[in-house]
């Protein structure tokens, strides 16, 4: 990989602000002592109409050697959140992985952006600072998690009103993440991972027992992918292809009810169709994709016609179930000259961790069974985590 030039964060003539956290000057910083994928933010983005013009931007951490004084290091904590007949997760400061979405978002608006970063994170910067109302799928998952979020009393003080989580419809703000999102899109990605925020970041997570260093926060890469592309009824599909499982599970589903005309079907059996494609497709995405080194193998044989038409023989041979759930944030966006991208955002069900000061609230990467199924400490340091979203474009090969 060439070494990586830094994009602008401010438009062109722009006088950037002095942010409240100066970017410090790299220093020469080797590989990692324990590091993993950390932000939950994959996207895609093809340019309509330009055959091969699409790639996957994909976040994952440099592999290095483990640091022998942090290889045990970090105490996790088990909750199990109030979801269904209870789910068990890891949350605190062990749980958290390197965050990457940041380094993401710069990477792809360096390769394929008319604005800078500043421009780009202006709306949610004035979200932040002056509310928005709390919407229904947020609402449920803040009660959901409501044990989490008052874990530290950093936490509580963003995610609770009183002796409670925000409901569905209150109006909610982060005046020190408006803040801190307004000094990044001034100074860049560095601040978050080579600057002040990083020292204030790494500090804090090894202080409550987690596991990342300054060191990790300045060598993290966002890493571009090439896609793993499908066929459906005619047009081609571009998503999150391996080493994460997201994408191919996804392009496993759809291969499935290729088969089928689902807008003819009857109402049962089209229920049947679609809910059994997608309860074998995760059962065999927690099954089967348990070594990275493997999964595009595993990949390729999944989402092959043969595997299929074994999966629709049980589906219709047996009384499949089916499921769902509300969904995790998404965006969808095409502009005038024809590029798309395709993002999405989770944090999971949250580590209970903020950043003080910062308004920085940290994902549980770690601590998420589907995402590290081999479980805590069990990951060889530098080795990346699968991940299960899967951001899709689809192209008929005309230019939409």
């Known amino acids: 990989m060439p070494p990586r030039r830094r994009p602008r964060s401010t438009a062109p003539g722009a006088t950037p602000r002095t942010p409240p956290w100066p970017p410090r000057r790299r220093s020469g910083y080797g590989a990692p002592h324990e590091q993993h994928r950390g932000g939950g933010s994959p996207s895609s983005g093809p340019r309509a109409g330009r055959r091969g013009a699409c790639r996957l931007l994909r976040l ?55 604005l800078g970063l500043r421009e780009t994170l202006a709306p949610a910067v004035r979200l932040a600072r002056e509310g928005f109302l709390l919407c229904k799928t947020s609402g449920m998952w803040f009660e959901v998690a409501a044990e989490v979020l008052e874990l530290t009393e950093e936490t509580r003080k963003n995610f609770y009103t009183g002796d409670r989580v925000y409901v569905t419809g209150e109006e909610v703000r982060f005046p020190e993440l408006a803040d801190t999102l307004e000094a990044v899109g001034e100074a860049g990605a560095d601040l978050l ?4 925020l990083a020292r204030r970041l790494s500090s804090y997570i090894l202080g409550m027992g987690g596991i990342i260093t300054e060191e990790d926060l300045a060598t993290y890469e966002a890493v571009v992918r090439e896609p793993l592309s499908f066929a459906y009824h005619g047009r081609t599909g571009y998503t999150n292809g391996p080493p994460s499982a997201g994408g191919a599970t996804l392009a496993q589903i759809l291969r499935v009810v290729s088969a089928y005309d689902l807008a003819n079907l009857p109402e049962a059996e089209h229920a049947l169709a679609l809910s059994g494609a ?6 065999d995405r927690d099954r089967a994709y348990t070594e990275l080194a493997e999964n595009a193998r595993v990949a390729e044989k999944l989402t092959g016609e043969e595997y299929a038409e074994s999966q629709r023989a049980r589906i219709f041979g047996a009384a499949g179930s089916a499921f769902g759930h509300p969904y995790t944030t ?36 770690l601590g998420e069974p ?31």
């Open 60 to 114: 994952h951490a440099r592999q290095g050697p483990p640091g022998l004084r942090l290889r045990r290091r970090g105490s996790p904590t088990t909750m199990i959140l109030k979801y269904g007949a209870g789910v068990k997760s890891i949350v605190g400061a062990a749980s958290c992985a390197v965050p990457g979405s940041l380094r993401g978002w710069e990477t792809l608006l360096s390769r394929h952006g008319k």
């Open 193 to 196: 991972y080579e600057g002040e």
């Open 278 to 283: 997608m309860k074998y497709a995760l059962e």
């Open 330 to 365: 998404h965006l969808s966006c095409v502009d005038e000259s024809g590029l798309a991208v395709s993002i999405t955002a989770s944090m999971g069900y949250g580590s209970g961790i903020v950043i003080p000061g910062t308004g920085i609230p940290m994902g549980n990467t």
């Open 370 to 400: 589907e995402l590290n199924p081999k479980g805590f400490h069990a990951l060889r340091p530098g080795e990346r985590l699968i991940s299960s979203m899967s951001p899709t474009i689809f192209s008929d090969g005309e230019g939409t």
